[in-house]
Nanobody, 120 residues
Framework: QVQLVASGGGLVQPGGSLRLSCSASGSIFSINFMAWYRQAPGKERELVAAFTSGGSTNYADSVKGRFTISRDDAKNIGYLQMNNLKPEDTAVYYC??????????????WGQGTQVNVSS
């Protein structure tokens, strides 16, 4: 089993910054996809940023130039640096990872979500 724990959310004023972390643990052999999603009240969950299997990154148009996804493969930790936050960024943020376990089985795991509130 692979577990993801997301952290780093909180309350920040517009224009502020937060860094979210997603720590993966368990029988991990490799992680070939890691992403952050968010879900605002009354809205569907949407993809915010992702590392694809080819090593490239994708961002939602609404966060391009403000958010940066990164990862530390040695520690199995993913990050989402969020700058110039806006009230519309308020949501619960979830991390998602896909890969293979040490038993060479594919896995897909979700973190528990961390709340981000952007408000003055």
């Amino acid at each position: 089993q692979v577990q993801l724990v997301a952290s780093g959310g909180g309350l920040v004023q517009p224009g502020g910054s937060l860094r979210l972390s997603c720590s993966a643990s368990g029988s991990i052999f490799s992680i070939n996809f890691m992403a952050w999603y968010r879900q605002a009240p009354g809205k569907e969950r949407e993809l915010v940023a992702a590392f694809t299997s080819g090593g490239s990154t994708n961002y939602a148009d609404s966060v391009k130039g403000r958010f940066t996804i990164s990862r530390d493969d040695a520690k199995n930790i993913g990050y989402l640096q969020m700058n110039n936050l806006k009230p519309e960024d308020t949501a619960v943020y979830y991390c998602n990872a896909r890969g293979r376990t040490v038993f060479y089985r594919e896995f897909t795991s979700w973190g528990q979500g961390t709340q981000v509130n952007v408000s003055s």
